[in-house]
């Protein structure tokens, strides 16, 4: 199958929409699990069938199917799309301050809750889905994994690189347009 040949290959590591609770979200985890690869899923909330009762259940859902990583975003409608539009002609677009569309704060109307209340829900996934395991903990922990797994197969090559003593994008003394080689 693809998934063997890429854990082969030596994946190791996906980025993966969950767009909803179904058993083929859940098999599609546990096949890259199966597979040795870790996932970090992506989680869109706030969509218009998003209950509060959708959103509590969804949460429980990801803790369930083992998500290695977990990135949570709230539906953002960014101008000229198709949502921007449809939520402009039904009055849901909350400002046009466009710092705050940023994929973290709620700049529309939900239909099913509070904007506040989406923006607590939010809060709420990522509390609870890093509450035994902070971020950066899962994150060291994977990244640990993989260096432990090349080791063992001889593929480990040292990423460490002294970053001070080089020199990208930068120009020459004195102004020149000729990059400085890196040392």
């Given at each position: 199958t693809v998934l063997d040949l890429a854990a082969r290959a030596g994946a190791w590591y996906v980025y993966q929409a969950v767009f909803d609770m179904s058993d083929h979200i859940r098999r599609r985890i546990r096949r890259y699990h199966d597979?040795?690869?870790?996932?970090?899923?992506?989680?869109?909330?706030?969509?218009?069938?998003?209950?509060?009762?959708?959103?509590?259940?969804?949460?429980?859902?990801?803790?369930?199917?083992?998500?290695?990583?977990?990135?949570?975003?709230?539906?953002?409608?960014?101008?000229?799309?198709?949502?921007f539009d449809d939520f402009e002609r039904e009055g849901r677009i909350l400002t046009r301050d466009w710092d705050a569309y940023t994929a973290d704060r709620v700049v529309f109307q939900p239909r099913h809750m509070s904007p506040e209340r989406l923006q607590e829900l939010y809060a709420s996934a990522w509390e609870t889905f890093y509450r035994d395991e902070p971020q950066n903990y899962k994150m060291f922990k994977l990244f640990k994994t993989v260096v432990e797994r090349e080791k063992a197969d001889g593929t480990f090559r040292s990423r460490r690189r002294d970053m001070a003593t080089r020199r990208f994008g930068r120009r020459g003394e004195g102004g020149g347009d000729a990059p400085v080689a890196a040392n």
């Open positions: 597979h040795g690869i870790a996932v970090e899923g992506t989680i869109l909330l706030g969509l218009d069938d998003h209950t509060e009762d959708y959103i509590k259940r969804f949460i429980d859902f990801l803790m369930e199917i083992e998500l290695d990583l977990a990135e949570f975003t709230v539906l953002t409608p960014f101008p000229h799309t198709r949502t």
